[in-house]
């Protein structure tokens, strides 16, 4: 029997049904890019804001277009009907990346046919690890979805059966225009990879801090890991800051990551974002994962 015809609406999810079922996916949203071949696929959603904007700007505008009434990402109504799903899966976590959870039933009851909406509720580690077996349960590919999520498991217990010792300190930071540490499942990611998160607590939203709150933390590494972004685009932004973060640069180590890949999506790759997060605690650079310093703290250190 063949799997749902499924429409995603957010890249956590995607990533998620191309891991169990990739040939269910018929239509996803305009953010999804992984893997490679889902960007050939329709996409049914769109968002005004302009991602090339420097971060100050873009949070700017996300207050602008709330303010206004308007949402941040549409749904393409006619793009939705034409995916024919059977089963449509949104979130309720953020309504920067993904549709809100009422518009999505709204959306779905204007269908020809009956459609299931499934909203994915994980605000930590392990519940994003329950809402893979929920997808997996709902594409009927129980089997799959049990199989990937106990060789998660496997990799975290081996970072956990290795982690340093006493455990480092560390900040997260999810936004540098204005400075926001990132919660919900990342202190999760810190705390597989041996570390504590001493800027957020598990499964609590992302909060407003600044570099003078951030310093007061006094983290013994610090990782800058920007919500939507890839490594290249987060070093730009942290240079455009770097008259305020290097002060804290000098004190500890300072490392920037993929968080557009390895943190901002729940699904599978935030097992990825653990590894990485332990590579740094060992001082090593991999894919993703950079260590970062403005020019005078490189040239200071000889």
Same mark, same amino acid.
């Not at 990879?193 to 983290?219: C, F, K, N, Q």
């Given at each position: 029997? =063949?799997? @749902?015809?499924?429409?995603?609406?957010?890249?956590?999810?995607?990533? +998620?049904?191309?891991?169990?079922?990739?040939? %269910?996916?018929?239509?996803?949203?305009? /953010?999804?890019? *992984?893997?490679?071949? #889902? &960007?050939?696929?329709?996409?049914?959603?769109?968002?005004?804001?302009?991602?090339?904007?420097?971060?100050?700007?873009?949070?700017?505008?996300?207050?602008?277009?709330?303010?206004?009434?308007?949402? #941040?990402?549409?749904?393409?109504?006619?793009?939705?009907?034409?995916?024919?799903?059977?089963? +449509?899966?949104?979130?309720?976590?953020?309504?920067?990346?993904?549709?809100?959870?009422?518009? #999505?039933?709204?959306?779905?009851?204007?269908?020809?046919?009956?459609? &299931?909406?499934?909203?994915?509720?994980?605000? !930590?580690?392990?519940?994003?690890?329950?809402? +893979?077996?929920?997808?997996?349960?709902?594409? /009927?590919?129980?089997?799959?979805? !049990?199989?990937? #999520?106990?060789?998660?498991?496997?990799?975290?217990?081996? $970072?956990?059966?290795?982690?340093?010792?006493?455990?480092?300190?560390?900040?997260? +930071?999810?936004?540098?225009?204005?400075? *926001?540490?990132?919660?919900?499942?990342?202190?999760?990611?810190? %705390?597989?990879?041996?570390?504590?998160?001493?800027?957020?607590?598990?499964?609590?939203?992302?909060?407003?801090?600044?570099? =003078?709150?951030?310093?007061?933390?006094?983290? /013994?590494?610090?990782?800058?890991? @920007?919500?939507?972004?890839?490594?290249? =685009?987060? =070093?730009?932004? $942290? %240079?455009?800051?770097?008259?305020?973060?290097? @002060?804290?640069?000098?004190?500890?180590? !300072?490392?920037?990551?993929?968080?557009?890949? *390895?943190?901002?999506?729940?699904?599978?790759?935030?097992?990825?974002?653990?590894?990485?997060?332990?590579?740094?605690?060992?001082?090593? /650079?991999?894919?993703?994962?950079?260590?970062?310093?403005?020019?005078?703290?490189?040239?200071?250190?000889?």
């Amino acid at each position: 029997m =063949r799997p @749902p015809r499924v429409v995603s609406l957010l890249p956590g999810a995607t990533e +998620i049904v191309a891991a169990l079922a990739p040939e %269910a996916l018929a239509a996803v949203s305009h /953010e999804c890019d *992984y893997p490679a071949w #889902v &960007r050939a696929l329709p996409r049914v959603t769109s968002t005004p804001l302009d991602p090339s904007l420097p971060s100050e700007r873009i949070d700017a505008q996300v207050r602008q277009v709330r303010d206004s009434g308007r949402p #941040v990402i549409a749904v393409d109504a006619a793009a939705l009907a034409a995916a024919d799903p059977d089963l +449509i899966i949104t979130q309720d976590l953020c309504q920067v990346c993904a549709v809100a959870d009422g518009q #999505v039933h709204h959306l779905a009851d204007a269908l020809a046919r009956p459609v &299931r909406v499934l909203s994915l509720t994980g605000r !930590t580690l392990a519940g994003v690890l329950d809402d +893979i077996l929920r997808v997996g349960e709902a594409l /009927e590919r129980p089997a799959a979805a !049990t199989a990937l #999520v106990a060789g998660l498991h496997r990799r975290l217990d081996r $970072l956990r059966a290795s982690a340093p010792a006493p455990a480092p300190r560390v900040v997260c +930071i999810e936004w540098l225009a204005p400075v *926001y540490l990132a919660g919900h499942w990342v202190p999760d990611l810190v %705390a597989a990879a041996g570390g504590v998160d001493v800027g957020a607590r598990s499964g609590e939203h992302s909060t407003l801090s600044s570099w =003078r709150a951030v310093a007061s933390l006094e983290p /013994e590494m610090v990782v800058i890991m @920007p919500c939507g972004f890839g490594l290249d =685009r987060a =070093r730009l932004e $942290l %240079a455009s800051a770097a008259g305020v973060a290097a @002060p804290l640069a000098e004190r500890c180590p !300072t490392w920037v990551l993929d968080g557009n890949a *390895y943190t901002s999506r729940p699904g599978p790759r935030l097992v990825d974002g653990a590894e990485r997060l332990r590579s740094a605690m060992l001082g090593a /650079e991999c894919p993703g994962l950079a260590r970062w310093g403005p020019p005078l703290v490189a040239a200071g250190r000889g």
